[in-house]
């Protein structure tokens, strides 16, 4: 069990959604600029990333252990940092996908991650083929069901520090500009979580183990 999508305009902390085994499709959204190290780590049913054309930077192990075996990247990304894409094991016994294949444009960090890592490049990025160029579907929050007790969430300065409730369907509040490190943390019983537009960034291990959450 574990998270099935994740749509977010947030910068991602590292481990933000590290070890969620249900998690099967990611959408980027404009505005992100970093996904940071360990993202997604060990997501291994991950089949599908989408990335914006704003991204600048995806930290190391990003997406190391995940189940796709090619993306798009997006040549706004400057930094593609070591086994970002493509891998999966563990520091002893590290190994890659043999046919893993990577679209971008050439002469940007994509293809050099590429040739570093002797993975298939493929010149074929358009602003079609990005997910930015894409109409987004925006959960209308007033119709959305879920625990948005104000009592349930520590927030401090915009930063929602810790959720204490044990609903399976959490509105993060309007005016949340983070979610805090570790918020959510092994919330086994948390399904899906709607996020306000409001939310800038996911810190460090904000839905480490929620090994439910599914949306």
């Known amino acids: 069990?574990?998270?099935?999508?994740l749509c977010t305009a947030a910068d991602l902390g590292t481990n933000a959604c590290s070890e969620c085994p249900r998690l099967k499709r990611v959408e980027i959204r404009p505005g992100a600029v970093v996904i940071n190290d360990a993202a997604f780590q060990d997501c291994p049913e991950l089949e599908e990333?989408?990335?914006a054309p704003s991204l600048l930077k995806i930290g190391e192990d990003a997406f190391f252990g995940c189940?796709?075996?090619?993306?798009?990247?997006?040549?706004?990304?400057l930094?593609?940092?070591d086994h970002a894409f493509g891998f999966l094991g563990d520091s002893e016994n590290l190994s890659y996908y043999t046919h893993f294949t990577i679209h971008g444009k050439p002469g940007t960090a994509a293809e050099r991650y590429a040739q570093e890592n002797s993975f298939a490049f493929v010149d074929d990025w358009t602003p079609s083929s990005q997910v930015?160029?894409?109409q987004y579907h925006v959960t209308d929050r007033s119709s959305a069901k879920g625990d948005?007790?104000?009592r349930h969430f520590r927030i401090e300065n915009g930063i929602l520090t810790q959720y204490t409730g044990d609903a399976q369907c959490v509105l993060i509040p309007d005016g949340v500009r983070k979610i805090?490190?570790?918020?959510?943390?092994w919330n086994s019983g948390l399904i899906r979580v709607v996020i306000p537009e409001s939310t800038e960034s996911i810190g460090e291990g904000a839905f480490f183990g929620c090994l439910r959450l599914e949306q």
Request: aromatic share 6%; net charge negative.
């Open 1 to 5: 069990s574990g998270i099935k999508e």
């Open 49 to 51: 990333v989408h990335l």
């Open 67 to 77: 189940g796709f075996i090619q993306v798009v990247i997006p040549p706004s990304v």
């Open 79 to 81: 930094l593609i940092e």
């Open 132 to 134: 930015g160029s894409r």
């Open 148 to 150: 948005n007790d104000p």
């Open 180 to 185: 805090g490190n570790n918020a959510f943390a």
